[in-house]
């Protein structure tokens, strides 16, 4: 039978599983990574020994920052908090976690079809040959 096609069939389909599967992975971590830099406060050293306390870029509101006395962001360490999670960076992370995450699933998808299309074929060759035995079985004159 075709045994040694479909092993190595399966395999080139398993290696785009598996591609698939890391570049998924890789897109994951960094979209996790952009979600750790938007939704956790940090903090930004003001000076040689002061570190300022900033909110995360996601929950930061600048209308609090006009007038207001009793807010701890004063321009300067609104500025601070701003230059040290700046949004294209933010942005520029977000946007090179997009082609990992599409190519990763497109290569799974591509290897699971193959795999699925690959045990259909298969199996349909199977039938038949069982079904050319069993007719040559019929052909036969008994004793």
């Known amino acids: 039978m075709q045994w040694p096609a479909r092993q190595e069939f399966d395999r080139w389909a398993g290696r785009q599983q598996s591609w698939g599967a890391g570049l998924m992975v890789i ?18 050293q003001d000076g040689v020994f002061d570190e300022v306390a900033c909110e995360a870029p996601l929950f930061h509101d600048s209308a609090d ?16 908090c701003a230059v040290e999670r700046d949004w294209p960076e933010l942005l520029g992370i977000g946007i090179l976690a997009v082609p990992p995450a599409v190519a990763g699933a497109a290569l799974f998808t591509s290897g699971s079809a ?30």
């Open 114 to 143: 193959r795999k699925r299309a690959s045990a259909h074929v298969f199996r349909v060759l199977e039938m038949q040959e069982s079904d050319e035995r069993r007719a040559l079985q019929q052909a036969r004159p008994k004793p």
């Open 27 to 44: 897109s994951a971590a960094l979209f996790l990574w952009l979600g750790y830099l938007l939704l956790v406060p940090f903090t930004v």
């Open 65 to 80: 920052t006009t007038d207001d006395k009793d807010t701890p962001y004063s321009e300067d360490v609104h500025r601070l």
